[in-house]
């Protein structure tokens, strides 16, 4: 059997939960919503006077933002919760000593696993990011300046997460796993937000805040990048100076290093689960 045939059985597998359908409804809700929300900016009467379709496509780049990290936050929970079974709901159901109990290396099936859960998390990513992008274009002409690289990174955040709970599930139990996994998502996207107003104030020791979480656990650093690549570069210079307090705003790309360490970390990530899993009893 190979990593392939596993990774197969993986999404078919994946597919058949609830809460991919979960998934699916919450992703045409938020679609429908932001579909009716932009579709009102454009005429918007506000304080100082209606709004243009130039102003509306400003506005229209900073709320993509923010949805799109509502469809980060959609990936993270299911990707969380789609991980644990993978290994530590087998071994309490019995199900991976009928699997390894045939001449497969452990670490072939966990590579299979892994690679299974990393097609249907990007997927799903970039399918509803792609349809999302294309709600607004239609609605308010606005069309990000590189929507292929922040598709990307939310994907490279969605492999991020979905590597740590795979970690999680080969030491913990399956509801354990999924639960630490999208809090310590919640806490390095916090810890950033916090960061960035530190950074607006001139506190060197609350940015640093920011910083090191990036470092710690690369799915606010990625989603930072993805958002620069998402928002309008005319955001920027309406938002100011202390722009960095804002937490739907980014002010640059992510470095080539930044994204050198993004891989690594995921690789070591796997190793140490591949290590745990072989250790494991079943």
């Known amino acids: ?105 452990r670490s072939a099936v966990l590579f299979g696993k892994w690679l299974g859960l990393v097609a249907f998390g990007c997927g799903y990513v970039v399918l509803a990011g792609l349809a999302q992008i294309l709600v607004v274009r239609t609605v308010v002409g606005y069309w990000p ?21 795979l970690l999680l599930s080969s030491v913990v139990s399956t509801m354990a796993s999924g639960i630490v996994a999208v809090g310590l998502f919640g806490a390095t996207w916090v810890a950033g937000v916090v960061g960035g107003l530190g950074a607006a104030l001139g506190n060197e020791g609350v940015a640093r805040v920011g910083t090191v979480s990036r470092v710690l656990l690369p799915t606010d650093g990625l989603w930072r990048g993805a958002m620069n690549a998402f928002q309008d570069p005319v955001a920027l210079v309406q938002m100011g100076p202390g722009e960095g307090g804002f937490p739907f705003l980014s002010d640059a790309p992510l470095t080539p290093a930044y994204l050198a360490w993004a891989v690594v970390w995921v690789a070591v990530v796997w190793g140490l689960t591949a290590l745990s899993f072989q250790r494991r009893d079943v």
């Open 1 to 105: 059997m190979t990593a392939l045939t596993v990774a197969g059985l993986t999404v078919r597998e994946a597919a058949r939960r609830r809460v991919v359908w979960a998934l699916l409804v919450l992703t045409v809700v938020l679609l429908a919503l932001s579909a009716w929300g932009f579709s009102k900016l454009i005429g918007l009467d506000t304080e100082l006077g209606t709004m243009t379709s130039g102003e509306a496509r400003l506005v229209a780049s900073l709320l993509l933002n923010l949805i799109m990290f509502g469809y980060s936050l959609i990936a993270a929970i299911g990707t969380a919760f789609l991980a644990g079974p993978t290994v530590a709901g087998e071994v309490e159901s019995g199900q991976a000593l009928a699997l390894l109990a045939r001449p497969v290396r």
């Open 145 to 165: 300046p590189a929507p292929v690289a922040g598709l990307a990174l939310l994907a490279a955040e969605t492999i991020v997460l979905l590597t740590l709970a």
